[in-house]
């Protein structure tokens, strides 16, 4: 069965340093897999997403993941945080099969607060 | 600009009230979703249609149910058999072609009066 796994529930880093946002997942197949952003009370935004072509996606807003097979990780990365990226961070791969409708797994979030 | 609308964007309800959230996208997508994300959680899906006229149960659909009599709109009622509807919505749409993220509204936070 497929999983996402997020290792951080709460990343807290300074103004200008780098975040790295941990994601691993499980799956049988190649999957898709994306990242999203929700602020407060708001809706989930796209930041990026990989669907088997270069395994270093580049997303809006200077953030990265990078597809390791081999680790089975799609960690989430910036060399500079700021502070409008506080926000919740979500891992996501798309679920496997045939017919299944486009559906989604998340991982339980990862809250980045980002100081001053 | 295409997208998704949530509709209210607060909502109360009282013990024993059924009430409907509404969700509208004018993308041309085929897949609805709805989620509820309670606080420090993921998302959970509570149904899911892949065409007009076609839903299909998510992971928590007890105390919930929808209808999908156009492709634009996805409404989902809360009845009075969801003990605990106290959460925000989430409604989302994709091309439903695998692989394909889901595209998001600003969600509907329901609270029992």
């Known amino acids: 069965a497929q999983s996402v796994t997020q290792l951080d529930s709460h990343v807290s880093v300074s103004e200008g340093t780098p975040v790295l946002l941990r994601c691993n997942y499980s799956s049988s197949y190649s999957p898709s897999l994306f990242w999203y952003v929700q602020h407060p009370n708001k809706g989930l935004q796209l930041l990026l997403k990989?669907?088997?072509?270069?395994?270093l996606v580049k997303g809006i807003n200077g953030f990265e993941a990078e597809f390791k097979k081999s680790e089975t990780s799609f960690h989430l990365t910036k060399p500079s945080a700021h502070m409008s990226d506080a926000a919740e961070y979500f891992c996501?791969?798309?679920?496997?099969?045939?017919?299944?409708?486009?559906?989604?797994?998340f991982g339980q979030g990862t809250e980045l607060s980002v100081k001053p | 600009d295409g997208g998704i609308t949530q509709s209210p964007k607060y909502l109360f309800r009282k013990e024993g009230q059924n009430v409907t959230l509404s969700c509208e996208q004018n993308?041309?997508?085929?897949?609805m979703y709805w989620y509820r994300q309670d606080p420090g959680q993921g998302l959970r899906l509570i149904y899911y249609?892949?065409?007009?006229?076609?839903?299909q149960k998510g992971d928590i659909a007890e105390g919930y149910s929808v209808s999908r009599e156009k492709k634009e709109s996805f409404p989902l009622t809360v009845t009075s058999a969801q003990k605990n509807p106290t959460a925000f919505y989430l409604c989302a749409s994709s091309t439903d072609r695998g692989g394909q993220p889901q595209h998001f509204g600003d969600g509907t936070r329901l609270s029992i009066l």
């Open positions: 990989y669907t088997s072509a270069a395994t």
């Open positions: 996501v791969v798309s679920e496997e099969g045939n017919n299944q409708g486009g559906k989604l797994i």
């Open positions: 993308l041309n997508h085929d897949a």
């Open positions: 249609s892949q065409i007009v006229n076609d839903f």
